[in-house]
């Protein structure tokens, strides 16, 4: 589905005077803004991707410049870095899960999307379990990246931001619209539309990036 076609609907259905005062660009940045939360809730991308160890090299970057890491950023962004696999040359095979503690063992982010070795991992093959959002939607006739049974999820959150940008009141209906969505995630999940990711938002948590 295009944007453009799930902005008709939100203008022409039920919400359509809670719309009367947005623009089609205002309505494409809360569903920017709703592509992530959902994402950010479900494990819809991932990759892994394969980094190449340098001697005397502790930082990595997925930010499509490090030659090191060879992720693509043009139609995704990095959400999460959720695990590191690290093969030996015996071939023995360890696995981490990067933390941000005081003094880090083996792993850590410093910033949401540069891996940081605390470790001598030179030898060892390196893979890194990443958690992946699309890139910004910037036209009405880009394609959403979600499947179907995500677009009322969405549409609940779009509703949830274009109220809330005209009244912050959190007892007001901006509110009623984000309790609608968050269970609207708990019934997919418990429906079997789609699992949710017990790494997800406690990860996220614990790293303070939301």
């Known amino acids: 589905m295009e944007v453009s076609t799930l902005i008709a609907s939100i203008k022409s259905g039920d919400l359509k005077k809670l719309f009367l005062k947005n623009s089609d660009t205002d309505i494409l940045g809360f ?91 030179e030898l060892h093959t390196l893979a890194v379990e990443v958690r992946l959002v699309p890139a910004t939607l910037i036209s009405t006739s880009d394609d959403l990246p979600l499947p179907p049974q995500f677009l009322e999820m969405l549409t609940l959150y779009v509703a949830y931001k274009a109220h809330s940008s005209v009244s912050a009141d959190v007892k007001g209906e901006n509110n009623t619209y984000y309790m609608r969505f968050t269970k609207a995630v708990a019934d997919t999940a418990l429906g079997g539309q789609y699992p949710l990711d017990p790494l997800d938002v406690s990860l996220l948590d614990k790293r303070g990036f939301v």
């Open 31 to 121: 569903i920017n803004s709703g592509i992530v939360e959902i994402y950010k809730r479900f494990p819809l991308s991932r990759d892994s991707i394969p980094i190449t160890p340098t001697v005397g090299v502790k930082d990595y970057k997925f930010n499509g410049e490090d030659l090191n890491v060879p992720i693509d950023v043009d139609e995704t962004q990095l959400l999460l870095i959720e695990e590191i696999t690290a093969t030996d040359p015996e071939g023995e095979v360890f696995t981490f899960i990067p933390t941000n503690a005081t003094i880090p063992a083996n792993f850590s982010t410093p910033s949401y999307n540069t891996l940081r070795i605390h470790s001598d991992y």
